[in-house]
């Protein structure tokens, strides 16, 4: 069947291009190029990290094998003393002895080297390709790239996708109509790369996707169902991802934070268990790239991981309770419930109850060296990323964020409990850090204070704020009056410090920048009619195009089905005379 160009549009996006039909018949957002650019950072830092550490592996394993060889020959003895001079001297035998091991490790160095094959990726979701594409013709060293997709319409468009960009996609992309969870489950350990990146909730794919990717792989996994996981239904978060959220100024790290949960939940199930490389949380999506271990012994670790979050629901008050904790015992180590609770039933600060939610994970969400290698990786190449300003701006904010502190503040929501003007964040930043505590910011929120100082010191700085920006009354059960009825332990200094702004605020780079373009957010799901509440979605001017088209389109099939009508009734006049004269005839 040959394809009528007329009919689809092309879009190109890196260095691949791809044919959308007219019709909304396979998914396409073009808001979704942050998430494609920062997959091919990562995975671009993942291939280089995989060879060092092969090459670390193969080193270690030629230096032990070169210590047993040696071992081995200083054992049997020289060869004068065991009476086999071969006729040799003894000069030459210990040239050969010294040699040996050499060339033995020296081989099995080259042929284990040989063993490291390219990375084979898996796209469970691929729709109309262009992420496989992308994969395949961007990212140097990459193997096989597996596209899946259980919608007919999606895998004739991936295929006629990869017949348009030619030979390099044809010969290393391959799309197949199939259930992604049987085809992760038929395949176990044997993908490198499992991209996961569904319409809405990944989780009914986890299960199958930790099995699937092989020990020390990548798994790359996009959640887009943000209500969800932000609070707006809770038992519905819980019942897809085993966690409840909280509806705190925290919400979309909380989000990433219950995902890389549910995540290492199902790995454990197999007894592996996850390292979170990079998580990220980009318009109206959170997105994890976390690579998959097996061992039974690290898997017991995951309860240290993990912690329940206590909400005050009167001030902006939070305190994380860990699931588990370690003791240790002789040579080993012992796993015991975490102890609790960490506070009391009312709010120390306000008064008011806690709500409580989790578990979440509470370990760093990114690996600093890996961040400060895609980072720099994509500097190197900034011609080559489609959305560059975007995913440097997001990578350099994460690599000034405290990994060590879940959740954060909002300096905003502060002054608001307390009905005062805001301070500037770089003096609360300055008085937190001239009270001995560590303190950044949050790629997440521009607002968002990220620190380890304790929620004492964090009211106790405020109230030295109100003192000298005094406030109107408020009533004496109000949250912010039963903070300020309270005396400060700390003085706050609010004496600007030369760590209150970061390397990149010194240097004027832009952390957080807007849309592109008008309506940049999620899009219709495929295969929907698109009406006019889609408004909010694409536009005014995208919906009455899509409308007037459609109008068009319908006049056409009006005209032609006119037309058909027309002809069947010249021909069954034409029939109806033939038959009556053939009547007359006879």
Known sequence: METDLNDYTVIKEGEAEILMHKKNQVFFNKAQVNNRDMSIAVLRAFISKRKQEHEAMLSKRARSSGKKDVTEVSKEGTPAENGNHNGKTN????????????????????????????????????????????????????????ALD???????????????????????????????????????????VVDLDPYGAPSIFLDSAVQSVADGGLLMCTATDMAVLCGANGEVCYSKYGSYP???????????????????????????????????????????????????????????????????????????QSVGRSLPKHNSVRYQAGVGPVVPQDCTHCGKKYNMGGPI?????????WVTSILNGVKSMKDKYPAYDKICSMLTTISEELPDVPLFLSLHSLAATLKCTSPSAAMFRSAVINAKYRVSGSHVNPLGIKTDAPMEIIWDIMRCWVKNHPVKAQSP????????SKEPSLQADFSRHVGSLSKAQVKKVARFLPNPEKHWGPKVRAGRQITSKHVSLIGHEAVNGHLNGHKEAGAEE?????????????????????????????
């Open 558 to 586: 009006e005209e032609e089905e006119k037309q058909e009508d027309i002809i069947e009734d010249e021909q069954d006049m034409k029939r109806q005379k033939i038959t009556e004269d053939i009547a007359s005839t006879s």
């Open 477 to 484: 059960e109000h949250p912010g009056s039963v903070i300020l």
């Open 150 to 192: 259980n919608d007919p319409a999606s895998v004739e468009a991936c295929q006629r996708n990869i017949k348009f960009n030619g030979l390099m996609s044809t010969s290393k992309v391959e799309s197949h109509l199939t259930d992604a969870r049987v085809h992760m489950l038929n395949n176990p350990k044997e993908f490198d």
């Open 361 to 369: 994970w509470s370990a760093p969400i990114h690996d600093q060296e």
């Open 246 to 320: 909280l509806k705190g100024k925290y919400c979309h790290e909380m989000a990433l934070r219950i995902l890389l949960a549910s995540i290492e939940s199902h790995a454990n199930r197999y007894k592996r268990y996850i390292v979170p490389v990079l998580s990220v949380q980009i318009d109206f999506y959170v997105r994890v790239f976390v690579r998959v271990y097996t061992s039974a012994s690290a898997m017991k670790n995951t309860p240290l991981k993990l912690s329940y979050v206590y909400q005050c629901i009167g001030c902006d008050s939070f305190h994380l």
């Open 91 to 146: 000069g030459e035998d210990e040239v050969a002895s010294q040699d040996g091991p050499k060339e033995a490790a020296k081989t099995t160095y080259e042929s284990a080297r040989r063993e490291l094959k390219p990375p084979r990726v898996l796209e469970a979701l691929s729709a109309s390709g262009l992420r496989a594409l992308r994969y395949a013709r961007e990212v140097e060293g990459i193997g096989q790239v597996v």
